[in-house]
C-alpha cells in the first residue's frame, strides 16, 4: 500500500479495478496519508471503478461518500482464475452479460440438485429465467466440468444476461430456511437504509437448539457507520428476510423454529485481524459471508474479545 500510495499520488488516475473491500482499504490509507478529504481532490480526473470478486452493493455508499462525483462510473466483471466470466456491458441494470465466446463451454446445475444421486446439468440454450443454478465450467486451459462454487440466476436470454446469486458453499441451512447470499445481500442493504448504516465486512451463521433454547442466526458485522439503533437494524434485517425468503419466514414464524437474529457490531479491524492471522491478506481471499457452522463468528468474537 505503500508504494502504491507514493507511486500514484501524481499520476493522472483515471480508472481503478479491483474486489471493492481491498480497494476501500488502500483508497483510505492513500486519503489519511495524504490528509484529503476524498480521491477527487487527488485524482480528479477519476471516472471508473471496475470490480468483481465480491458483492459491490455493502460498498457502494462508502464508495459514493470518498468519490463524491456524478460522473463516476462503477461497471462489474466476473472473471476469475479459472476464466472471464461476464461483463457489465449496460450502466442501466446491475446484470452482466454472459461471455461465450472466450473459450469456455458452460453447463448449470439445478441448485435444489446439487446434492441429488443423478444431478443433471443443462447447457446455455435450456437455461430458464429466474432459477438458481449453480455454474459448471470445461475451458480450452484444461478444466473438465470444474464447478466455479457460484450461483447465477438468469435475467434474460436473448442475449443471455445473468446476475451472481451467491456461493455453493455459502449459504445458511441448519434449520430448512435455505438462505442464500443474494437474501443477506438485500436484507443488510435495506437495514442499512432504514439505520444510516455502512457496512465495511460481514459474516453469519447458526445458532444450534439446545433443549431449552431455540434457534438463531447469528451475524458479526464491522460497521463503517454504525446504525442509530442497532436493535432496529436487527428488526429490519430480520422482517427483511422475512418478506424476500418464505422458507426463512416459515421458520421465524411464532418463534417456532427461529429465534430473532442476534447482531454484534464488533470495532474497525476485527476482519482484517482474521485474515492477518490465517496469512490470508490480499485480495484474492474472501470472508465466507454466510456459513453452516460457526468456527468464523467464533473466531471473530474472540478476537474482538468479546466486544459487540
Same mark, same amino acid.
Given at each position: ?25 488502500? =483508497?483510505?490509507? %492513500? ?9 477527487? #481532490? ?18 457502494? #455508499? ?25 461483463? /457489465? ?17 458452460? #453447463?448449470?446445475?439445478?441448485?435444489? #440438485? %446439487? ?5 443433471? +446439468? ?64 438485500? +436484507? ?9 448504516? +455502512? ?76 485474515? /492477518? ?22 473466531? =471473530? ?8
Amino acid at each position: 500500500m505503500e508504494k502504491i500510495t507514493r507511486h500514484t499520488l501524481k499520476e493522472n488516475v483515471t480508472s481503478i479495478a479491483g474486489v471493492p473491500s481491498w480497494n476501500l482499504v488502500l =483508497l483510505k490509507h %492513500i486519503l489519511n496519508f495524504t490528509g484529503k478529504n476524498n480521491l477527487l #481532490e487527488i485524482w480528479p480526473n477519476l471516472e471508473l471503478f471496475t470490480h468483481g470478486g465480491v458483492s459491490f452493493e455493502p460498498y457502494r #455508499e462508502q464508495f459514493k461518500k470518498i468519490i463524491p462525483s456524478e460522473s463516476m462510473h462503477y461497471m462489474e466483471t466476473y472473471n476469475a482464475s479459472e476464466g472471464f466470466f461476464g461483463i /457489465q456491458d449496460d450502466l442501466s441494470t446491475n446484470d452482466m452479460l454472459l461471455m461465450l465466446d472466450y473459450g469456455i463451454f458452460y #453447463e448449470f446445475l439445478p441448485v435444489e #440438485e %446439487i446434492n441429488s444421486p443423478g444431478p443433471v +446439468a443443462v447447457t446455455v440454450d435450456e437455461v430458464e429465467l429466474n432459477r438458481n443454478y449453480a455454474m459448471i465450467i470445461t475451458t480450452n486451459g484444461g478444466l473438465w466440468r470444474y464447478m466455479i462454487g457460484d450461483t447465477i440466476v438468469f435475467t434474460s436470454l436473448r442475449p443471455h444476461k445473468f446476475r451472481i446469486s451467491g456461493r455453493t458453499r455459502y449459504y445458511i441451512n441448519a434449520f430448512g430456511e435455505e438462505v442464500i447470499l443474494e437474501n443477506a445481500e438485500k +436484507a443488510l442493504m435495506t437495514a442499512c437504509r432504514h439505520t444510516g448504516a +455502512a457496512i465495511r465486512e460481514y459474516t453469519a451463521g447458526p445458532v444450534f437448539m439446545t433443549d431449552n433454547k431455540q434457534g438463531a442466526h447469528e451475524w458479526v458485522i464491522e460497521f463503517e457507520t454504525p446504525p442509530d439503533d442497532l436493535e432496529r437494524f436487527t428488526d429490519v434485517l430480520d422482517k427483511t428476510l422475512c418478506s424476500i425468503n418464505s422458507d426463512y419466514e416459515a421458520k421465524r414464524f411464532r418463534n417456532i423454529t427461529l429465534d430473532k437474529p442476534k447482531v454484534h457490531s464488533v470495532p474497525e479491524g476485527t476482519f482484517y485481524k482474521w485474515f /492477518q492471522g490465517k496469512g490470508k491478506l490480499g485480495g484474492q481471499n474472501k470472508m465466507p459471508r454466510l456459513s453452516n457452522e460457526r468456527k468464523y463468528i467464533e473466531s =471473530l468474537l474472540d478476537i474482538a474479545g468479546g466486544k459487540s
